[in-house]
C-alpha cells in the first residue's frame, strides 16, 4: 500500500468537521495529558512485535487459537508488570489493558485471564476477609495462582438459589467437604475453568449443622500448582475451614452459623461486573459505529440524483439513520455508565461502613442499565454491520466478531429479561410507596410528578423528550401494577399474577431505564458544554438531542397511549429528527476521529484512519492460506473425479 496516503474523501469530511476532534479526545480522557498515557501505553503494547498479529487467527484451529491467546496473555501480563514497576499502572489501566478495547484488540479470541482479573480477585476483595484478601489477593495479583469464578452449572444460570453443588461443614476436621452429585450439578461455562485456572471461586450451598444456609462462596484448588493436573472432581473434596470467604455470612469453628447483615451482598460481585458491562458495551459499539461512519464516507454507490456522480453512502439519509443514533448511542451509555461507576463507589463504600439503605437502588439500577447497554450495543453493532452492506459480513471487517462479543453480554452475568424483571420489582414496589404517600428514591423520583400531570404541551426541548419518557415509564409501571393486582384481587396468586404480568412488567422497567439513560445524558452534557468549545458544545449537544428524539419516535405507540401528544407534534418530532441528521452529518467523521481509537484495535480494513479501505481489503484476503495455491487439492480429490463421472 502507497505510504502517507490519505483517502480523498476522508480528507475532506476532516476539513468540513466543525471542531476539533482533538478536543472531543481529550474530553473524554479526561484531558491532554490522560490522552497521552493512554497512547503511550497503547503503543507499549500495540508495537511489541510478539503481540502483533502474523496471520490472522481466523485461520488457526481451535486448540491453537487457545495456546496463542494463552501466549499472548502471558506477554500482557509481564508488559502490565513493568508498567507498574515504573508506577505507569493502576488498576484503571489494568482494566484496560485486560479487559477493555485494548485487551480485546490483543486477544482478540479471548482472554484466558479475563476472569481472574474481572471476577476472582473482585470476590475475594468484596467477600474475604481481611485475613483472607491478605492470604489471596498478592498470590492472585502476582499470579502465583490463576483462578475463576465457578457459579453457574449445566442446571442453573440464572436462578442461583437452586445451584446443586454442596459444601459441608464437618467440625471434626475443620474443613468443608463439597460435591457436585449430579450431572447437573457440573459447573459449567466460567471461563478459563477448562484448561487455565488452578483455583476457583466455587459457589456452592452451605450446609452447617445439618442445615442448608444457601449460597456462599469458596476458594478451592483446581489443579496441582507445579504439574497442572486436575485435582479429583468434586466428590467429597475437603478444604480447609478458613477457604469459605466470609466477610459477609460466617462459619464459626464449631460449626455455628453467622449470618450476612444481607444474604444478597454474596451476590456483589455480580452487581461489579453489571456496573462495567456498561462502559464496556459502549465501547464496542464506538469501535464499530468508527468502522461503519468512515466506511460510509469512502464508499460511493447508487445515485440520488442521476446527473451527479454516485454519492458517498454515507449521504444517504436512511444510512444516516442508521449510524448517527449508533453515534448518540455512545454517548448516552458512557455517560449512564460513568453515573452508575459512581454510585456503585459510593455504595460500597457505605456497604463497608455497614450502611445498606442504597444497596436495592444500585442493585435495580444496575439490573437494567447492565440489559439495556448490552441488548442496545449488540444491536447498533450489528446495524453497524448491516450499513456495511456485504464487506460488513466479512469476519475480517471485524464488525461480525464484536457483535459476537457483546451479544453475549445480553446472557452473562444476568441474562436481560430477568435482570428487567429484578429491575420491576423494585419498580412495583416504588409505585406502591407512590400511591401510599412514602418516600421516594432518587431514581424513581419522578413518578411522583408524573402522576400529578399526564399532559404538557409540546416544545422541540430535551427537557419535554426526558418528561415524555418519564411518563411513558410511568404509564407502564401503572399499568402493570394494575393488572397484577387485578389478577390477584381475582383470585391468582401473586407469583402466577407476577408471571402472567411478566411481558409488561419487562416492558416497564425498559421504559424506566431508556428515561433514566436520556435524563443522565442530558445532565451531563449539560455541565460539560460551559466547559468546550463553542463548537464542540453544539456537536455533543445535537447528538444528545438526536439520541432524545429518535429514542421517543421508536416509542410512538407509546407515547400516543401515555401521554397527550397530538399528530401534529410527531410530523414535528420527525422534521426534528431529520433536521439533526443533516446537522450531525459534516461532523460526523470528526466525532469518530474524535474517539482516538488506534487501527489496530479497530482492526478492520473498513474503518482505518486513512480509509484505503478497498487496498487494505485486498491485503486482507491475500492473507488467507486458501489463496496461496491457485489450485487447491479438493479439487483433484474431490471435485476432478466428480466432474469426470459425469462427463
Ligand atoms: C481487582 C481488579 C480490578 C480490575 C479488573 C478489571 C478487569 C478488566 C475488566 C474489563 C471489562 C470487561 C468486563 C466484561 C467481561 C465480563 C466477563 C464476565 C463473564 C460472565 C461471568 C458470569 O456470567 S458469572 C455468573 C453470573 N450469574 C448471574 O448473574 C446469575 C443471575 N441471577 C441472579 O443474580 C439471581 O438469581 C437473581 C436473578 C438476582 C435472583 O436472586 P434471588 O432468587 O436470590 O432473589 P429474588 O429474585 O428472590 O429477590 C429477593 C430480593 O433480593 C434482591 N436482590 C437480588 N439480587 C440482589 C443483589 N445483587 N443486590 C441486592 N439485592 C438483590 C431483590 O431485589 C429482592 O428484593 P426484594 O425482596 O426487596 O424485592
Ligand atoms: C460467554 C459466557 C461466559 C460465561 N462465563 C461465566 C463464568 O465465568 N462463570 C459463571 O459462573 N457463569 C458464566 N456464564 C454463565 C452465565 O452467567 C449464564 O449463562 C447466565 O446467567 C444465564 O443463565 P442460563 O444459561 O441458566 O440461562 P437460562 O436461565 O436457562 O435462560 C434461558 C431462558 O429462560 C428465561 N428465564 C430464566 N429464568 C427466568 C425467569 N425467572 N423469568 C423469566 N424468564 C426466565 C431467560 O429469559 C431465557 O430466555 C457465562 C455465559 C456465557 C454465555
Redesign the pocket.
Known amino acids: 500500500m502507497p505510504a502517507n496516503t490519505m483517502n480523498e474523501d476522508l480528507k475532506r469530511e476532516r476539513q468540513r468537521c466543525s471542531f476539533d476532534p482533538k478536543e472531543l479526545t481529550y474530553l473524554l480522557d479526561g484531558g491532554e495529558e490522560k490522552t497521552e498515557e493512554r497512547r503511550q501505553r497503547e503503543k507499549f503494547f500495540l508495537d511489541d512485535p510478539e503481540l502483533s498479529e502474523t496471520a490472522p487467527s481466523d485461520y488457526l484451529s481451535h486448540k491453537e487459537k487457545y495456546e496463542h491467546a494463552v501466549k499472548k496473555a502471558c506477554i500482557v501480563f509481564k508488559k502490565v508488570q513493568q508498567l507498574q514497576a515504573q508506577g505507569k499502572a493502576g ?1 484503571q489501566n ?2 484496560e489493558v ?3 478495547q485494548l485487551g480485546s484488540a490483543i486477544l482478540r479470541d479471548g482472554n484466558p485471564l ?2 481472574h ?3 476472582f ?2 470476590t475475594i ?1 468484596g467477600q474475604g476477609t481481611i485475613e483472607q484478601q491478605a492470604e489471596w489477593i498478592s498470590k492472585a495479583w502476582n499470579l502465583e495462582i490463576i483462578g475463576t ?1 465457578a ?2 452449572e449445566l442446571g442453573h ?5 437452586g445451584l446443586e453443588t454442596t459444601a459441608t461443614y464437618d467440625p471434626a476436621t475443620e474443613e468443608f467437604v463439597l460435591n457436585s452429585p449430579t450431572l447437573t450439578s457440573y459447573k459449567w461455562w466460567p ?1 478459563g475453568l477448562g484448561h487455565t485456572a488452578n483455583y476457583a471461586v466455587v459457589v456452592a450451598q452451605l450446609y452447617s449443622q445439618g442445615i442448608c444456609h444457601g449460597i456462599h462462596p469458596f476458594i478451592v484448588q483446581l489443579r496441582d500448582e507445579e504439574t497442572h493436573l486436575p485435582m479429583p472432581g468434586f466428590e467429597n473434596v475437603r478444604i480447609p475451614w478458613n477457604y469459605m470467604l466470609m466477610k459477609n455470612g460466617k462459619v464459626l469453628k464449631d460449626g455455628s452459623y453467622v449470618k450476612s447483615p444481607s444474604s ?1 451482598l454474596t ?1 456483589g460481585t ?2 461489579f ?1 453489571r456496573v ?2 456498561v462502559q ?1 458495551a459502549a465501547n464496542y459499539l464506538r469501535k464499530a459505529v468508527t468502522i461503519a461512519t468512515r466506511y460510509s464516507a469512502v464508499r460511493h454507490q447508487s445515485h440520488i440524483k442521476e446527473s451527479a456522480p454516485e454519492p458517498q453512502i454515507l449521504d444517504f439519509v436512511t444510512q444516516q439513520h442508521k449510524l448517527f443514533p449508533q453515534l448518540a448511542t455512545y454517548f448516552a451509555l458512557h455517560y449512564s455508565g460513568a453515573w452508575l461507576w459512581d454510585m456503585y463507589n459510593n455504595v460500597t463504600s457505605e456497604l463497608e461502613s455497614g450502611e445498606l439503605d442504597r ?2 437502588e444500585l ?1 435495580a439500577l444496575a439490573c437494567c442499565l447492565k440489559a439495556v447497554s448490552a441488548a442496545d450495543a449488540a444491536q447498533g453493532i450489528e446495524t453497524c454491520r448491516l450499513a456495511c452492506g456485504g464487506h460488513g459480513y466479512m469476519s475480517c471487517s471485524s464488525l461480525p466478531i464484536t457483535y459476537g462479543l457483546v451479544t453475549a453480554m445480553v446472557t ?3 441474562e436481560n429479561t ?1 435482570l428487567l424483571l ?1 429491575t420491576a ?2 419498580l412495583m ?1 416504588a409505585w406502591q410507596n407512590c400511591l401510599d404517600g412514602q418516600p421516594l428514591t432518587p431514581s424513581v423520583q419522578y413518578l411522583n410528578s408524573v402522576r400529578r400531570s399526564f399532559g404538557g404541551v409540546y416544545h422541540k426541548s430535551v427537557p419535554w423528550i426526558i418528561a415524555s419518557m418519564q411518563r411513558i415509564a410511568a404509564g407502564k409501571i401503572e399499568t402493570a401494577h394494575r393488572h397484577m393486582n387485578d389478577k390477584i384481587k381475582r383470585g391468582v396468586n401473586s407469583e402466577d399474577a407476577w408471571n402472567e404480568t411478566s411481558i409488561e412488567l419487562v416492558a416497564a422497567s425498559e421504559a424506566h431505564c431508556k428515561a433514566f439513560i436520556v435524563e443522565t445524558y442530558y445532565n451531563s452534557v449539560q455541565q460539560i458544554v460551559p466547559s468546550v468549545s463553542q463548537q464542540l458544545g453544539k456537536a455533543l449537544t445535537e447528538l444528545c438531542e438526536l439520541y432524545a428524539v429518535n429514542t421517543l419516535l421508536k416509542n410512538i405507540g407509546d407515547l400516543l397511549r401515555y401521554s397527550n401528544v397530538t399528530t401534529g407534534d410527531l410530523e414535528n418530532l420527525q422534521r426534528w429528527l431529520e433536521e439533526l441528521l443533516a446537522a450531525i452529518r459534516p461532523n460526523a467523521v470528526g466525532i469518530v476521529d474524535g474517539f482516538d481509537i488506534n487501527d489496530a484495535i479497530i482492526a478492520s480494513p473498513l474503518g482505518a484512519y486513512d480509509g484505503n479501505v478497498y487496498e487494505r481489503l485486498f491485503a486482507e484476503v491475500s492473507k488467507s492460506p486458501l489463496n496461496a495455491k491457485p489450485v487447491n487439492e479438493s479439487f483433484h480429490k474431490y471435485l476432478k473425479p466428480l466432474l469426470k463421472s459425469k462427463m
Not at 157 to 161: K, V
Open positions: 488498576m489494568f482494566r485486560l479487559g477493555g479475563g476472569l482479573y474481572v471476577m480477585i473482585p476483595m469464578y457459579q453457574t444460570g440464572t436462578f442461583i438459589r471461563g444478597k451476590y455480580m452487581i461486573v462495567v458491562i464496556d444497596l436495592p442493585h452473562y452475568e444476568g430477568v429484578q420489582r423494585y414496589k
